[in-house]
């Protein structure tokens, strides 16, 4: 039974399992779990006396493993749908113990290929034992090479001891002190990042800090197993959590990760609550475990709905698209009507439009004076549209040119200059700006030739082309623009960009709805381009070389790549943007930008992440070259724009 009917996404959060002992009468025990209310049980497949030596020893090579009921217990539909494979959790494949590390070599590969024979979802593997893990590694990477649709979630405790948080250095860890991300890292490293391993978290009754918590988040984390233990008392002696485990479980809510119950019931309800008077009326047994998945389920249902626009974004999020290259190509009329929807971004070109208008002409000249206003890259016209309505708003006169290069656009303007009744007001130009000659010149200039990045569509190159027609003490809107870049973990970006098993792709910079990420430092400026800009040394090269601290407290962290913005200032205070801390509210025109990695860089705590990164120009392309110095070198990317540039 789904925690609940929030208006959210239909993701995988709305279940929730619970984790059994073995039971070899699988009907019954998943009759007991389902009619209980969860929704999956997350169960032994093998008995936990099993033993493979023991077994051959005793039955002279012929024995059968001692599995949970035959495949036929089951359906096939109830075997993917509601059970987990939880692996043996005596397996120790990095033992000093050979029996043992053989054993349970032989355990895991049977207990995968039953749980694959069954076709379940998924299997959890146990925690690894000790500080190494290669061969048990080494075991899962050959399983990984042959399965087909499985996942395998890894068992990792959600603990880093505190005082290493404090000292802030690594090598305190060899201390006896623990930070079980480095488990989980060194475990995913030696299985080249597989996408079919993932992570199930064990939530314990004590958190770490949030920025430690928060590189989970970037992380392919599948389930969270909650402990019994981890639950408080409330006042009427019901099972609740901390308001850290409540906030922390709405975040896994958020990101699509599954709850599993774990424990034994730690709760004695009051005598006489009305849980017992249920169980009584019905003559049923309640599931123990019953108030602790009622207390999920409300943290659930208490989430606020999902707003309007995160809800359209939905099938976005974390979907790689290359960016658009609307100077190269012309844009299509869908593109256009997505962009005309975001009212958000046309309300403030109008307000700095109002702004610029009110600077330019005084109130009791305002009669006289006629405003040249161009709107050079017009689109199908809502820049023209802002500028009219805020010349209507400020009482100014206005002329406007709206200059587009694409014809299809053109098209879709003049009729609507037409509709509109603008012939007196408004010329259509169809021309690129860089090479219009225009027949006067302009008191403001409005263009909207922004990416993600700010300047990776060329704004700057086609705005240098067209402030030949600006007067002098004209006024450009935007008047400048800045990109932000910051470090990211985001396992599922980098896996995707992996999977086309080619140099090109991970040499793109990529725009998406970036989700399920870990910002691991806060971002930090990286170009600026101001307009008009008459300077005589103008160049719109540019190199930046950053350094990024993450806090003390994050441990280690995996960084995959940087996440991209900008912020303009379209005139005096009015901006936009996209850049986290100060984004446009309900804007939606621009997600972030994705610069990816080759090879993700690992960066242990009080250890500075040094990023470089060029916008070089040629005389047919602009691209990006980018590289990380510290803590260890990667390769420069996209060296000459040879995977990834942006057409003249
Ligand atoms: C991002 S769109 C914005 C369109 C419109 N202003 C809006 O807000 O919907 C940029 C527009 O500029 C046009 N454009 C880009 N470079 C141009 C150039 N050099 N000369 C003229 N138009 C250009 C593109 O064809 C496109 O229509």
Redesign the pocket.
């Known amino acids: 039974m789904p925690l609940g009917e929030v208006v959210r996404d239909k993701s995988d959060s709305r279940y929730c399992g619970v984790e059994t002992e073995f039971n070899d009468d699988m009907p019954q025990l998943l009759a007991l779990n389902i009619n209980g209310g969860f929704d999956f049980v997350v169960s032994p497949l093998m008995d936990p006396s099993y033993r493979p030596s023991l077994m051959v020893a005793g039955n002279n090579g012929a024995g059968v493993p001692p599995f949970a009921g035959s495949d036929l217990v089951l359906s096939p539909s109830q075997w993917s749908s509601h059970v987990v494979g939880k692996i043996s959790s005596w397996i120790d494949l990095d033992s000093e113990d050979e029996i043992l590390r053989k054993d349970s070599e032989i355990a895991l590969k049977e207990e995968i290929a039953w749980a694959c024979h069954l076709s379940l979802q998924a299997c959890l593997l146990p925690t690894p034992k000790g500080a190494s893990c290669a061969n048990y590694a080494r075991c899962v990477n050959q399983i990984l090479q042959n399965l087909t649709n499985m996942q395998l979630w890894l068992r990792i405790p959600l603990e880093k001891s505190d005082n290493d948080a404090m000292n802030g250095n690594s090598d305190h860890l060899s201390g006896g002190q623990v930070d079980s991300w480095e488990t989980w890292n060194s475990f995913r490293l030696l299985c080249e990042h597989h996408s079919q391993l993932s992570i199930a978290l064990d939530v314990l009754s004590s958190l770490p800090s949030s920025n430690s918590i928060g590189r989970w988040f970037g992380e392919s984390v599948r389930a969270a197993i909650i402990h019994t233990s981890s639950f408080l008392t409330n006042a009427r002696g019901y099972p609740c959590l901390s308001k850290r485990h409540q906030k922390l479980l709405s975040v896994f809510f958020n990101h699509s990760i599954q709850a599993v119950v774990s424990g034994k019931p730690e709760h004695s309800l009051p005598t006489g609550s009305s849980e017992l008077a249920v169980n009584h009326i019905d003559g049923l047994q309640r599931h123990p475990l019953r108030p602790y998945l009622d207390y999920v389920a409300y943290l659930y249902q208490r989430m606020d709905p999902l707003p309007e626009q995160e809800r359209f974004e939905l099938g976005y999020r974390d979907f790689l698209q290359s960016p ?1 290259q ?2 190269m190509d ?2 299509e009329a869908q593109t ?1 009507e997505t ?2 929807k975001d009212s958000a ?2 309300i403030q070109y109008q307000r700095a439009v109002s702004k610029a208008l009110m600077d330019r002409v005084p109130d009791e000249e305002a009669s006289m004076i006629t405003t040249v206003l161009m ?9 023209v549209r802002a500028s009219l309505q805020a010349a209507e708003e400020t009482g100014r006169k206005l002329r406007v040119y709206a ?4 014809p299809n ?1 053109i098209v879709t303007l003049h009729s609507l200059v037409k509709l509109e009744g603008w012939e007196n007001m408004v010329t259509i130009v169809s ?4 090479c219009w000659d225009a027949p006067e010149k302009a008191d403001i200039l409005v ?4 990416g993600s990045f700010g300047d990776n ?2 704004s700057p190159e ?1 705005l240098d ?1 067209a402030q030949r027609f600006l007067k002098p003490d004209g006024i450009s809107i935007p008047s400048s623009y800045t990109s932000f870049i910051q470090p990211v973990t985001t396992s599922k970006l980098y896996n995707d960009v992996k999977s086309h098993k080619d140099l090109v792709h991970f040499e793109t910079a990529y725009v998406v709805k970036l989700h399920r990420v870990a910002r691991l430092a806060p971002s930090q400026p990286v170009f600026t381009f101001t307009h008009p800009e008459y300077s005589i040394t103008r160049s719109n090269q540019r190199y930046m070389k950053l350094q990024f601290e993450m806090p003390n407290d994050t441990g280690s962290a995996l960084v995959h790549g940087f996440a991209g913005y900008f912020d303009a200032t379209l005139y005096k205070d009015v901006h936009l943007g996209i850049e986290p801390s100060t984004a446009t509210p309900n804007m939606f025109s621009w997600f972030p930008i994705f610069f990816p990695l080759r090879t993700p860089v690992q960066v242990p705590p009080g250890s500075p992440l040094e990023f470089h990164i060029w916008r070089c120009c040629g005389s047919t392309k602009v691209w990006y070259e980018w590289c990380v110095t510290s803590p260890s070198s990667s390769p420069i990317h996209n060296s000459n724009g040879r995977s990834y540039w942006v057409g003249l």
Do not use: I, Q
Request: proline content about 6%; aromatic content about 8%; hydrophobic content about 40%.
């Open positions: 658009l609307p100077l012309n844009l256009y962009f005309e971004k046309y709107v050079v890259g017009a689109g199908r016209g809502p820049l200059v587009e290069k694409n656009a021309c690129d700006m860089r263009s909207e030739l922004l569509e060329l086609c082309g």
